[in-house]
């Protein structure tokens, strides 16, 4: 049982520059979420898509940050000119369509350092 | 403004007692609650949840209690094992309709001695 991926497993950037995580949920989910995690915090809502639509945006999500989700199937989260505060662990999830019972599936996340 | 605390950022117990992790809240919308457990270098894994509408689940060794009139969940492990070891995040989801937005605690870190 394949469960979710995501790539790389670490980043290491400098600021300004744009780095691009990737997420394969698991394959009969609908639903694919990103989060992320700093140090001493739990994860916050990023965003969220049904199949291929983009159905929720947080206010965390700045215009420099895009995520796609083109065919319903992988997703990419792309951040453009890195800041230092975007240093964190971006975690993807993802869940079956039905009650939303808040049960997701998270994969080991993407760590981004930004020196 | 946090709408999901967990006020303790760690706990530790002896193997074989009982652990109980605490969590508040301030949303009276939400629909579920659970808890999640993470382990370095992975993501948080599902262990439990709640509907509002329950005031406890029971699985196996884990309990989790929920009283609404305080806003207060709680999760008892019992027994507690070494490999409990972990943080555990309070989650909540349903506020006000949003479907996909989990609003996580800052998680307790919990040790189990031998």
């Known amino acids: 049982d394949t469960g979710v991926s995501q790539n790389p497993r670490h980043k290491i950037t400098k600021r300004g520059q744009n780095v691009t995580f990737r997420c394969d949920p698991i394959s009969e989910h609908n639903r694919l979420y990103w989060y992320r995690q700093t140090l001493g915090q739990g994860p916050e809502f990023l965003t969220y898509f049904q199949n291929e639509a983009q159905l929720e945006k947080s206010r965390l999500l700045s215009d420099r940050f895009s995520a796609e989700r083109p065919k319903g199937s992988f997703s990419t989260l792309e951040i453009q000119r890195t800041e230092q505060g ?5 975690l993807c999830a993802s869940s079956r369509q039905g ?6 599936f998270f994969g080991e996340g993407s760590r981004l350092t930004v020196l | 403004d946090q709408q999901v605390k967990q006020n303790s950022p760690s706990l530790s117990v ?5 652990s109980i ?14 808890w999640y457990k993470k382990y370095p270098a992975e993501g948080p894994t599902f262990l439990i949840s709640i509907s ?12 989790v209690f929920l009283n609404k009139s ?24 349903g506020s006000g309709g949003s479907q996909g937005n989990l609003i996580f605690g800052k998680g307790t870190k919990l040790s189990v001695k031998p």
């Not at chain 2, 002896?14 to 009982?18: A, D, K, S, V």
């Not at chain 2, 509002?52 to 309990?63: A, L, Y």
């Open chain 2, 21 to 34: 992790l605490n969590c508040d809240y301030t949303n009276s919308m939400f629909d579920y609650f659970l």
């Open chain 2, 52 to 63: 509002s509408i329950k005031d406890k689940n029971e699985d196996g060794r884990f309990t």
């Open chain 1, 86 to 90: 975007d240093s964190a662990m971006y």
């Open chain 1, 99 to 104: 009650p939303d019972t808040g049960e997701l």
């Open chain 2, 70 to 93: 305080a806003k207060h969940l709680s999760l008892h492990i019992v027994p507690s094992q070494p490999g409990d070891s972990a943080v555990y995040f309070c989650a909540a989801s």
């Open chain 2, 14 to 18: 002896q193997e074989g007692r009982i």
